[in-house]
DNA sequence: AAATTTATGTCAGCCTTGTTGACATAAATT
DNA sequence: AATTTATGTCAACAAGGCTGACATAAATTT
């Protein structure tokens, strides 16, 4: 036998693989796509001085006018103070305005500006034009696949939050408020 | 009419949606599923002092080993200075090994111990089981479109060195030396 | 009415992980 | 012998996470 037993300092020679009952083929692509996806929008927040914590908070106020700070936080999953800094200089440059809440004054509603959903359509356009790409390549019906599987992926108690926001495209917030 | 024409600090109302030619539902979902399927690992690598940045390096160390430094750098797209820190520490506590290049005695190359490897193994686990889940809901054959899409979402510059990676696992490096 | 809780803001400091620039060394190449 | 290449390292900096502490106004509870 060639093979002895290997010190734990020993290089191991032999790459993991699927044999290792791990799915690597997916979890590499998904590292890939997911990287040259974001990649697309990073060159043109560069020109704004901005990163993609911005371009987050931008995404979500341009899909949920009115959220609160609160929804935001919860949606981000980050914290009120990392928050703050971006937020404050999206305010400040007239990318998003804040409104007092009408049934509780003590919140405060986000809603885009006119060159605030211009930012968003403008750094959502490349990344659209991204999927539609890899989406020409494939069979009629693999949309429906992609998105049950990408839907699958997320933690079930996430789902409803963005089955509201995906689902269709209205405005349909607080309706039985 | 009801409308007038809005002045830049006015908050808009109306939710961005797939009406306005962007593809909303595959980006936002593209989003929370990758974040939830990067939140799995993390939960290990706080056990070990470890960061993400570990994570990918032991990653690709684990599934092309031997390669050298200038490879990963290629892969990573980080710098020389970004990756040392983290290399360094993975090579201090034992999960990766350097063996000077035999071809080119300048060269490190870059393979995983046997500590590497389960730790390797133990972080993509999850990883990989959240793909089963997401993929046991998913109709047979959707798993050949779903690679489709994000081999799609690649650059195609940079397709081929995944190609190499995913197509199979062995250890096929420079066997035409 | 008073006390408490909630939503938000803000200050201060820390960590990880990315960046650039400069310089050192050994080995390969010209 | 001179130059280029692969790697390492030092120093400084920035973005964007984090925690802890404290302030304020408004809502809720007692």
Redesign the pocket.
Known sequence: MTQHPERNEDPIKSALSGDDGIDFTIIELFFFAYRDFTSDPDQILGEY??????H?VLHFVNRRPGL???ELLDVL??????L?????QLIDTGHIV?VQ?PR?????ELYPTAKGRGLALALAAPQSRRIAAALAEAAPGDRAAIERFLLGMVNPEQRTQIDDQTATGDDRRREAG
């Open positions: 001085a901005f990163g993609r914590a911005h987050r609160t700070v609160a999953k980050i914290t009120k103070q990392s703050a800094r971006v937020l404050k804040q809440g509780d004054r003590r919140q405060r």
